[in-house]
């Protein structure tokens, strides 16, 4: 029996005030991993405001949960349809019910085994979310998972080593030890730094161009002004 709005609030009063509740992340390697998930998502969808990006932020989806505080969230998640704003944490039944739409958890020796077994089931069988990924920022371990009726089954890679994510509508692949997004094409989503250079080069490109072009009209006008003097000394007009 699913309960109304208000019988949910008597349940579980304060929701909105539920705070994260997440440890520390294992290294620098992956905090690295988790900002390079982050930033360039954001910088890719900068346009967008109908998503939210959890990073190491707990999700809240049952009372037993809330009360036995025997679940911590995932290190990085996406919630599709929804709106952007600031959240403490995700707060199932304060958003509508709204699971996360894709997981990527980083392995580490202390939790590779809990996200490789308990996660992985909590997220087939109670979230049901539709794709879980995890990554080694160690190791490189990288697999993924499509949900497919009531189980998940393997995402394969393509030759280029890159899996597809229908929620993301992008590729999760490997590039210099990082776990990178990949547009539709195998294209790099590059971050916001990496965007600035780009666009530096693309505009030093343009200039030295503009000066290839300045220079070949000059050429042209230095020939014509020796060929024109060339006439005169012949005795002809090059007007005529």
């Not at 991993?33 to 989806?61: H, K, M, P």
């Not at 590729?171 to 990496?194: A, N, Q, S």
């Amino acid at each position: 029996m699913s309960l109304t709005p208000q019988q949910l609030e008597f349940l579980m009063p304060d929701a909105t005030q539920l705070e994260s509740d997440e440890p520390e992340m294992e290294s620098t390697l992956h905090y690295v991993q988790l900002a390079l998930l982050v930033s360039c998502l954001e910088w890719l969808w900068r346009d967008r405001n109908d998503y939210f990006i959890g990073a190491n932020l707990t999700i809240y989806f049952s009372r037993q949960q809330l009360k036995n505080r025997d679940f911590r969230g995932p290190d990085f998640f996406l919630v599709a349809q929804t709106e952007k704003r600031p959240r403490k944490s995700w707060v199932v039944w304060e958003e509508n019910g709204k699971y996360p739409d894709l997981i990527i958890e980083l392995l580490s020796d202390s939790t590779a085994t809990v996200d490789r077994e308990f996660k992985k089931n909590l997220y087939q069988n109670e979230f049901r979310t539709p794709e879980y990924f995890w990554f080694s920022p160690e190791s490189l371990e990288f697999a993924g998972f499509r949900l497919l009726g009531q189980r998940y089954l393997e995402i394969t890679s393509n030759e280029a080593g890159l899996r597809w994510s229908e929620s993301l509508n992008l590729y999760l692949g490997i590039l210099d030890g990082k776990l990178r997004y990949f547009t539709p094409e195998g294209e790099l989503v590059p971050t916001p730094e990496e965007a600035a250079i780009q666009a530096q080069q693309q505009v030093e490109t343009e200039r030295l161009r503009a000066e290839q072009v300045q220079q070949r009209a000059e050429q042209a006008q230095q020939r014509v002004e020796q060929l024109a003097a060339q006439l005169r000394a012949l005795g002809v007009e090059p007007e005529a």
